[in-house]
């Protein structure tokens, strides 16, 4: 097992769902030191006490992964309070979902500034300061099983997802081409239980962000809102999940997956469309269709 006694931690989206339950096994594992940051100030404030009745030191910063200074003061007050950062998780992510062609453009911008250039500016925060502390350390970018496979209804959030695999990808390559000492992971969950359905109430402030108007009341987008929350009966439990990826971790995967079955959809994707020659094909886990039958009835 990986020795991860007196480790530094920092963790974006930190108050909540896997970046919380990562920072509480990690204090578990032997981890000392933890920074965690994220937008919602009680919710952070809240998990920030209970990281530490764990008994370790934990610093807290509220901020908008939007915000290029507030990333790199981020960065500072970890490397200034502990000397180093041994895991890095670039883990703040949003997911309103919508038919590709009804999403408001405010949305789709919204969607990749956090979860593309938030794990953008992550990587320019933290990388050059992991490079010159001169050991072994790990940054992970988390993007989804939708960074690896697709589905109808989640045109946005897919894309962004992607995008996290393809740029973690060069930034492993990067890293190694210029034989530093980081090394770099994308996690890609599955369906995990977590706050990740509130998503449209982490939306910058103000009225113009507000999901209201005719783009929020099509059939389509109704039918996509029952879909994500019919989606609960896949959750796996958070604790699980996260026990998951250190074990991928452990086992020096590159790519973390939570659920392994995962794997075997992507490699059929690509047959599909390499081989077989065939179009993109989604199929609804049955399971998800027994919850939306249930909850028209
Ligand atoms: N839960 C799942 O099923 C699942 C599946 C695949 C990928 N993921 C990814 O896992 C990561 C963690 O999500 P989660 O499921 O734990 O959800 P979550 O909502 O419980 O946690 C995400 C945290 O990120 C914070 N956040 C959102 N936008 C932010 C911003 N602009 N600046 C700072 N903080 C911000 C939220 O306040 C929240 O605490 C996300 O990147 C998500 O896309 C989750």
Known sequence: MFDYQGKVVAITGGASGIGKQMAMELADRGAKYFA????????????????????????????????????????????NKFGCCDFFFNNAGVSPNHVMWEMPLKDWQWVFDVNVFGVVRGINAFVPKMIASDKECYIFNTSSLAGLATFWGGGAYISSKHAVVGLTEVLELDLRHFNTKVKAYAICPGFVTSNLYRSDTYRPEG?????????????AYQEIVARSSASAVLNMPTDEAVRNILEEFEADKFILLTHQAVGTRCLERYDRFFNKKLRPFYEQPKSMDQELAKKKA
């Open 36 to 79: 965690l940051a994220d937008m919602r100030a009680p919710e952070l404030k809240t998990t920030t006490e209970e990281l530490r009745a764990k008994g370790v030191e934990v610093i807290s910063a509220a901020f908008d992964v939007t915000d290029d200074d507030d990333f790199e003061y981020f960065a500072k007050l970890v490397f």
């Open 207 to 219: 009225e113009d962000w507000m999901p209201v108007g005719p783009a929020y009341q099509t059939d």
